[in-house]
T-cell receptor, first 114, second 114 residues
């Protein structure tokens, strides 16, 4: 158990709809990352928040948005969903170790857009 | 632009033998490298890391080697066990605007045959 909690585990929805994925980081971790893993793709970085502020943006579509709340939980909002948005979405929190940063991942939300 | 490349999508190894997973990178600014292991229906979990100032790091059956001149790292698992069967992601991080930006490869699926 990584200590990172993601809900829901599975989400099935239709094209054009909007969904919200939720993440609670490990206790004490200030950073939250969102990643997308599509079939045969690696972990594509979407966005990072640190203590409520957006810190970095990756390959995140304009139809997607995220925020981190004062209690440090984060939500990823996906709107106008398309078939290609079907993927596994991971949230991670992190701890800095020496010169690097170790990520702790949740178990993911499997999104299926039909 | 794939800055972290795992060119072998899959690898099969006999139980008890050595597994060698390879990773190449292109960004010379990367200064910290990590390996993550992912089982189906779970999030990636941290396995081992290495700083760019080292060329080897060992943790039990797992050893990571870094060749900076070749921009290449490898993960050795000796001896391989059936429980090691998973997808292994190589990751690299670099300081970007005051924070660590982590880039993942697409993963290598390891199958250890009993």
């Amino acid at each position: 158990d990584s200590g990172v909690t993601q809900t829901p585990k599975h989400l099935i929805t239709a094209t054009g709809q909007r969904v919200t994925l939720r993440c609670s980081p490990r206790s004490g971790d200030l950073s939250v990352y969102w990643y997308q893993q599509s079939l045969d793709q690696g972990l594509q970085f979407l966005i990072q928040y640190y203590n409520g502020e957006e810190r970095a943006k990756g390959n995140i579509l304009e139809r997607f948005s995220a925020q981190q709340f004062p209690d440090l939980h984060s939500e990823l909002n996906l709107s106008s969903l398309e078939l290609g948005d079907s993927a596994l979405y991971f949230c991670a929190s992190s701890v800095v170790e020496g010169r690097g940063e170790k990520l702790f991942f949740g178990s993911g939300t499997q999104l299926s857009v039909l | 632009d794939q800055q972290v490349k795992q060119n072998s999508p899959s690898l099969s190894v006999q139980e008890g033998r050595i597994s060698i997973l390879n990773c190449d990178y292109t960004n010379s600014m990367f200064d910290y490298f990590l390996w993550y292991k992912k089982y189906p229906a779970e999030g990636p979990t941290f396995l081992i890391s290495i700083s760019s100032i080292k060329d080897k790091n060992e943790d039990g059956r797992f050893t990571v080697f870094l060749n900076k001149s070749a921009k290449h790292l490898s993960l050795h698992i000796v001896p391989s066990q059936p429980g090691d069967s998973a997808v292994y992601f190589c990751a690299a991080s670099a300081n970007s605007g005051g924070y660590q930006k982590v880039t993942f490869g697409i993963g290598t699926k390891l199958q250890v045959i009993p």
